[in-house]
DNA sequence: CTCTTTATTGGCAATTTAACCAACTGATTT
DNA sequence: AAATCAGTTGGTTAAATTGCCAATAAAGAG
């Protein structure tokens, strides 16, 4: 008698599953997505502050914006003419810590 | 008197430091190399072992491999023919929850 | 209604990434 | 010493990424 429900993993380690995760992060590796992450720990901004902080053209703060979106990163909302964006997830905050101490160890 | 020592920020959110952070972020950002990190959550494995789980050339893995070391997420250690790779920072691992509940918010 | 503001989308050029194969290095075996 | 095994490096090609500009859409102001 076959016992199929035996073969069902706890945790899925599938190569698609490691390729979703891997679109997470890759949403997030970027030096201009990380500034508008951590700006938006600070509460929602529109389009407009974004681009003023990252320094580039709205269309291109608008792309990267896209992204983090599609990934579920942050969501937005348009009230009037502007289009506000806040995280979704905020234990993408976490990742920071991590990343520093990466970071001070490769200095050592 | 000028007092320049005020100016210097506790934390820094220069671009430099904002694109340092994201390379260490796409050093994990691939499939294969998440893959081997998990892997190597489990302990120390070496080139060999590392690529016949991931399934593409030993080159490539090897290059996989580099980009890890190179933003210093493992660390290689040869001893005779093989060279055995392992987690520099733990801490990595800790990312991995915090994408789960992204993906699964994604799936809502 | 027309003009302006805010943002998104399409298209293009330059750069980067990732896979493979081939060549090479270094250590072990015979 | 020669052959073999484990890994790295160089080179090439295909695909993805990122930036800008131009065109478009949607909302508000005059």
């Known amino acids: ?5 035996r073969y069902i993993p706890e ?3 599938t190569r698609a599953h490691f390729e979703e995760r891997s679109a997470v992060l890759k949403a997030l590796a970027h030096p201009s997505r ?9 509460g929602e901004r529109c389009v407009c502050d974004l681009t003023e902080l990252v320094g580039h053209d709205i269309s291109t703060v608008s792309k990267h914006l896209n992204v983090l979106k599609k990934n579920g990163i942050v969501v937005d909302d348009k009230r ?3 289009v506000y964006y806040r995280l979704k997830v905020p234990c993408i905050l976490n990742f920071f810590h991590c990343i ?3 970071i001070d160890e490769n200095r050592k």
């Open 34 to 42: 990380l500034m508008i992450v951590d700006e938006l720990s600070h």
């Open 80 to 82: 009037g003419k502007q």
């Open 11 to 13: 945790r899925s380690t």
């Open 1 to 5: 008698m076959p016992q199929l429900h």
């Open 100 to 102: 520093e101490s990466v």
